[in-house]
C-alpha cells in the first residue's frame, strides 16, 4: 500500500511538472528510436535547467533513447533540478573505453525519478568470461562530489559493470530501485558506496552477478533498508586495506533485508595486507537467509589469485560490530565465520538472537582471532571469546 502510494506520488508530481513546462528532449532534437546518438539533445537539456535561476526539470518520454558517454556538470545555478523519465536510456552496443556512461558531478540538489537504464553490458561480459584482455567496464550511473541528491523509482539493467556508484558525495537517498543483471555477469555491483557520508539506500531490488550493494573506503553515517538481494553476493563492506592511507568505514547500519540464493550475506573483506584501516560501529539487524553460502562472515584474508598479499596480516582493524535477529538457511556447513587478522584481532563483535541452520541441520561457526559478546539464543553456537 505504502509503495502504491508512492508511486501515485511520483506520477501526480510527473504530470504537474510537466504541465508547467518542464523541458521535453524531444524538443532538443532527441529521437526515441534506440538508433540514434541522443547525448547532444541530452546535455543541451541539461544545460538549459542547470543555467535557469528558477527551479526547472527535463522530461524524457516513453522511447528508447540512445546516450553515449556524457558528462552532466554542474554547479547549478539552483539547487532544485529535477529528472523525469517515463523512457529507456540505453547504452551503445559493444563496449568502449569510458568508465562512466552518465555521470552527474558536482550538482548539488537534484533528483532524477524514474525510468530504466539500459547498459546493454553483454560484450564486455563475454570479454571478461573469456579471459580476454579486457577494457575497463563502464557503470552506468556515477554520482561524483554532489549533495542533497534523490534517486527514486529507477531502474537499472545489464551494466558493463557497476550500476551506479556514490563517490564523494553526501546526502543521497535511493529509494524503490530495481536493479538486475545475469547471476554471472562480473562485477556487476549494484550499488557501490566510496568516500560519502549520510547516504541511504532503501525499498530496493537488487539481482546481480557481484555485491548487491559494496561499501567502500570512506563510507560513514550509511543506513541500507528494506532491501531484497539475490542473487549476487551480498552485502559487503569492502574490499578495504589494498592501499596506503585509506578512509575507514563507520557508522553503518543495514536492517531489514532478505537474501536468497547468494554467495554471501552480509560480508565484511580486508586484504591480507600490512596497510591501516578501521570498521567501527556497524550493526546488521533483521535479516533473513534463503541458501546462503556465507550467511555471516568477516574475512581478513581477502587475496584474489594469491596476488602480491598471501599470508599476510591485515591491517585494517574490526570493532563494535552487533549481529541481531538474524535467521534462514545456510548453503555450506559454516554458517558464522570471523576469520580475523592475527595482528588486529576482531573485537567486539555482538551476537545476538541468530538462529542458521543447515540443511535441516545444525550448521557450525568458526572464529580466527575474534572476540565478542552473545545474548539471547545462538544457533549455531558461537565460537567467540570474551
Same mark, same amino acid.
Given at each position: 500500500?505504502?509503495?502504491?502510494?508512492?508511486?501515485?506520488?511520483?506520477?501526480?508530481?510527473?504530470?504537474?511538472?510537466?504541465?508547467?513546462?518542464?523541458?521535453?528532449?524531444?524538443?532538443?532534437?532527441?529521437?526515441?528510436?534506440?538508433?540514434?546518438?541522443?547525448?547532444?539533445?541530452?546535455?543541451?537539456?541539461?544545460?538549459?535547467?542547470?543555467?535557469?535561476?528558477?527551479?526547472?526539470?527535463?522530461?524524457?518520454?516513453?522511447?528508447?533513447?540512445?546516450?553515449?558517454?556524457?558528462?552532466?556538470?554542474?554547479?547549478?545555478?539552483?539547487?532544485?533540478?529535477?529528472?523525469? =523519465?517515463?523512457?529507456?536510456?540505453?547504452?551503445?552496443?559493444?563496449?568502449?573505453?569510458?568508465?562512466?556512461?552518465?555521470? @552527474?558531478?558536482?550538482?548539488?540538489?537534484?533528483? =532524477?525519478?524514474?525510468?530504466?537504464?539500459? !547498459?546493454?553490458?553483454?560484450?564486455?561480459?563475454?570479454?571478461?568470461?573469456?579471459?580476454?584482455?579486457?577494457?575497463?567496464?563502464?557503470?552506468?550511473?556515477?554520482?561524483?562530489?554532489?549533495?542533497?541528491?534523490?534517486?527514486?523509482?529507477?531502474?537499472?539493467?545489464?551494466?558493463?559493470?557497476?550500476?551506479?556508484?556514490?563517490?564523494?558525495?553526501?546526502?543521497?537517498?535511493?529509494?524503490?530501485?530495481?536493479?538486475?543483471?545475469?547471476?554471472?555477469?562480473?562485477?556487476?555491483? !549494484?550499488?557501490?558506496?566510496?568516500?560519502?557520508?549520510?547516504? =541511504?539506500?532503501?525499498?530496493?531490488?537488487?539481482?546481480?552477478?557481484?555485491?548487491?550493494?559494496?561499501?567502500?573506503?570512506?563510507?560513514?553515517?550509511?543506513?541500507?533498508?528494506?532491501?531484497?538481494?539475490?542473487?549476487?553476493?551480498?552485502?559487503?563492506?569492502?574490499?578495504?586495506?589494498?592501499?596506503?592511507?585509506?578512509?575507514?568505514?563507520?557508522?553503518?547500519?543495514?536492517?531489514?533485508?532478505?537474501?536468497?540464493?547468494?554467495?554471501?550475506?552480509?560480508? =565484511?573483506?580486508?586484504?591480507?595486507?600490512?596497510?591501516?584501516?578501521?570498521?567501527?560501529?556497524?550493526?546488521?539487524?533483521?535479516?533473513?537467509?534463503?541458501?546462503?553460502?556465507?550467511?555471516?562472515?568477516?574475512?581478513?584474508?581477502?587475496?584474489?589469485?594469491?596476488?602480491?598479499?598471501?599470508?599476510?596480516?591485515?591491517?585494517?582493524?574490526?570493532?563494535?560490530?552487533?549481529?541481531?535477529?538474524?535467521?534462514?538457511?545456510?548453503?555450506?556447513?559454516?554458517?558464522?565465520? @570471523?576469520?580475523?587478522?592475527?595482528?588486529?584481532?576482531?573485537?567486539?563483535?555482538?551476537?545476538?538472537?541468530?538462529?542458521?541452520?543447515?540443511?535441516?541441520?545444525?550448521?557450525?561457526?568458526?572464529?580466527?582471532?575474534?572476540?565478542?559478546?552473545?545474548?539471547?539464543?545462538?544457533?549455531?553456537?558461537?565460537?567467540?571469546?570474551?
Amino acid at each position: 500500500m505504502a509503495q502504491t502510494m508512492s508511486l501515485l506520488l511520483i506520477l501526480l508530481s510527473l504530470s504537474l511538472t510537466v504541465s508547467n513546462g518542464a523541458h521535453n528532449v524531444i524538443d532538443f532534437g532527441a529521437k526515441p528510436d534506440g538508433v540514434s546518438d541522443n547525448k547532444k539533445a541530452f546535455l543541451d537539456a541539461w544545460a538549459k535547467v542547470c543555467s535557469s535561476t528558477q527551479p526547472a526539470s527535463i522530461y524524457v518520454p516513453p522511447g528508447r533513447f540512445l546516450v553515449s558517454q556524457a558528462d552532466f556538470m554542474g554547479p547549478c545555478k539552483q539547487n532544485s533540478v529535477e529528472i523525469y =523519465i517515463d523512457g529507456t536510456i540505453v547504452a551503445p552496443s559493444g563496449y568502449t573505453s569510458t568508465t562512466k556512461w552518465i555521470l @552527474f558531478q558536482y550538482v548539488d540538489g537534484f533528483s =532524477i525519478f524514474g525510468g530504466t537504464l539500459d !547498459g546493454q553490458g553483454h560484450s564486455m561480459w563475454n570479454c571478461k568470461t573469456s579471459g580476454s584482455n579486457c577494457l575497463e567496464a563502464s557503470t552506468s550511473l556515477t554520482i561524483a562530489q554532489s549533495k542533497d541528491v534523490k534517486i527514486q523509482g529507477l531502474t537499472s539493467v545489464n551494466s558493463e559493470g557497476f550500476h551506479m556508484s556514490i563517490y564523494q558525495s553526501s546526502g543521497v537517498t535511493v529509494q524503490n530501485i530495481q536493479i538486475s543483471a545475469p547471476s554471472n555477469s562480473p562485477n556487476t555491483d !549494484g550499488i557501490h558506496v566510496q568516500l560519502s557520508d549520510h547516504v =541511504i539506500i532503501q525499498g530496493s531490488n537488487i539481482k546481480t552477478g557481484d555485491d548487491c550493494i559494496s561499501l567502500g573506503a570512506g563510507s560513514r553515517n550509511v543506513l541500507i533498508t528494506d532491501i531484497y538481494c539475490g542473487p549476487g553476493h551480498g552485502i559487503s563492506i569492502g574490499s578495504l586495506g589494498s592501499i596506503a592511507h585509506e578512509q575507514g568505514v563507520q557508522n553503518v547500519t543495514v536492517s531489514s533485508v532478505v537474501f536468497h540464493d547468494t554467495t554471501n550475506g552480509v560480508r =565484511i573483506k580486508t586484504w591480507g595486507k600490512h596497510y591501516q584501516g578501521y570498521v567501527q560501529f556497524i550493526m546488521f539487524q533483521n535479516i533473513v537467509m534463503y541458501n546462503v553460502s556465507n550467511p555471516i562472515i568477516i574475512d581478513q584474508r581477502y587475496c584474489p589469485h594469491n596476488n602480491n598479499c598471501p599470508n599476510q596480516n591485515s591491517g585494517v582493524k574490526i570493532s563494535n560490530v552487533i549481529y541481531s535477529n538474524i535467521r534462514g538457511y545456510s548453503d555450506t556447513e559454516v554458517a558464522m565465520k @570471523f576469520d580475523c587478522s592475527p595482528s588486529n584481532p576482531c573485537q567486539g563483535i555482538s551476537l545476538q538472537d541468530i538462529k542458521l541452520t543447515y540443511q535441516n541441520q545444525q550448521a557450525k561457526s568458526f572464529c580466527n582471532n575474534a572476540s565478542g559478546f552473545n545474548s539471547g539464543t545462538i544457533t549455531p553456537p558461537s565460537c567467540l571469546g570474551s
